[in-house]
């Protein structure tokens, strides 16, 4: 009898524990539950790394477009991170200009947008044969703004390799794509160059480029730059006047202004990588992203695009997704940077977050981080949270055993007497008051409550 009386009474460590376990999983809520991978080694999830189409239909889901012909693709929601279809995501293939994503989203939150620089020759050179150029002049200055729009729209390799200059030098500004592709859990990713421009050993995935983009979206300059459809980029100086001309450039995302909800991202080609194409559209206050790579017609990396955004659109909840992109393992510290015109120019080092998060929505604002230095919000509250739940169900227990070991000393007359303890304010916001052995005054509620308050304090200082 006594052995089976100790497996029913559950210890006071075994309440406490159960109490702060209970809260912080409260705390840390879905984002928390939430798996970078889906415990394959392929990153995503398992199906992601087959080569045939990858879908899972429920009741009434539409059917995926016919002649898809690209060898690589994929289309996710940009919120959830969900892959509601794919062919061939993780299919190492040459990137093109599509590579610029990750450039843009390792080095543009390093200088204000207001920042004017003096190009020089060296910076021009090396370019690679056919690139595609904005039209950057040496021995002339132009703001970073400027050079960004040359990146995005006329997707300049001269406005690259000038901004990688700033950035310490070519193979500086590799290293770091690297790193950050890294962070980003983009493993099919090897970077040879900034531009994307065809180089031995350079590749990429539909999933990586995704990855990329959904990332960059974060930043609001990059944001604001990928969806600009023309703009005026400085020109040379004029030989009469002296004065430094201008000219337009247009943006080459054949998309953009003509899918509706079109944000951007960015688009590719060459002869060896064929078209590639990353882009977001928002419809409904749902964003989803596309990638598609090298379909057997260079114009068809377009159509194919918007045939699946169609898709996804109707095939909201419609769907059980067959992958997940992973989250961002490396601090936000710029996420949010938008390096308005009024900031002062920076020398090079990361700029700090949040000028511009109110202008992004709400699925590209900067995470709550786990895993770094002290605790999220969220986690501090479930701590607190915890930590009351722990006293409660000490004091609880130490009530009811000490009131039915009086009640069985005393006689039937003791049993009357109400012992459920009830919670109150206290100096952690959470108290026990109650009555007989474990009310207010008690030496052992008291301990109790210290040990508590003590924890939790050395948690706020650490903090």
């Not at 879905?30 to 080569?51: H, I, K, M, W, Y």
């Not at 000038?162 to 500086?172: D, F, R, T």
């Amino acid at each position: 009898m006594q052995q089976k009386r100790q497996q029913k009474s559950p210890s006071v460590t075994t309440i406490a524990v159960a109490s702060a376990a209970s809260a912080l999983v409260l705390a840390a809520g879905a984002p928390a539950a939430l798996a970078q991978d889906t415990g394959s080694s392929t990153v995503g999830g398992e199906r992601l790394g087959r080569s045939d189409v990858q879908v899972a239909p429920l009741a009434g889901a539409p059917a995926l477009p016919r002649e898809l012909t690209g060898r690589s693709w994929l289309v996710a929601d940009a919120g959830t991170g969900e892959v509601l279809a794919a062919r061939n995501a993780h299919l190492p293939m040459p990137p093109a200009s599509t590579l610029k994503m990750l450039f843009a989203d390792t080095v543009l939150p390093k200088f204000d947008r207001s920042l004017e620089h003096q190009v020089t020759p060296a910076e021009l050179a090396d370019l690679g044969v056919g690139s595609s150029l904005v039209g950057v002049k040496e021995n002339l200055p132009y703001r970073v703004e400027d050079l960004w729009r040359g990146v995005f729209l006329s997707s300049g390799n001269d406005a690259v390799h000038v901004l990688a200059h700033m950035n310490g030098g070519v193979s500086q500004t590799v290293s770091e794509m690297q790193a950050r592709a890294r962070a980003l859990q983009a493993k099919d990713t090897k970077v040879a160059s900034p531009d994307g421009y065809d180089m031995d050993g350079q590749v990429s995935s539909a999933y990586d480029l995704t990855l990329f983009a959904r990332a960059g979206l974060r930043n609001a300059d990059f944001r604001s730059y990928c969806s600009t459809r023309t703009a005026r980029f400085p020109g040379g100086l004029d030989k009469t006047t002296g004065q430094r001309t201008t000219f337009d450039i247009a943006n080459t995302d054949r998309l953009l202004g003509k899918y509706p909800g079109l944000i951007g991202v960015k688009n590719g080609y060459t002869t060896n990588a064929g078209a590639t194409f990353t882009g977001a559209a928002e419809r409904g206050g749902r964003i989803l992203l596309v990638t598609v790579m090298h379909p057997e017609a260079q114009g068809r990396v377009y159509d194919e695009a918007a045939s699946l955004l169609d898709w996804g659109f109707a095939a909201a909840g419609k769907v059980e997704p067959v992958g997940q992109l992973v989250e961002d393992l490396a601090p936000q510290a710029t996420a949010g940077a938008t390096g308005g015109a009024s900031g002062s120019p920076s020398s090079g080092a990361p700029r700090a977050a949040g000028n511009g998060e109110a202008d992004l929505p709400p699925w590209s604002r900067t995470p709550v981080l786990h895993g770094g230095p002290g605790l999220a919000p969220a986690l501090w509250s479930g701590a607190v949270l915890a930590t009351g739940l722990a006293a409660w169900g000490t004091a609880r227990t130490i009530s009811r055993r000490r009131a039915s070991a009086a009640a069985a000393s005393a006689g039937p007359a003791a049993s009357a007497v109400p012992t459920a303890p009830m919670l109150v304010g206290g100096p952690t916001g959470v108290g026990v008051m109650g009555i007989g052995s474990t009310g207010v005054g008690s030496r052992t509620h008291r301990r109790h409550f210290r040990r508590a308050r003590a924890l939790l304090r050395r948690r706020t200082h650490r903090g």
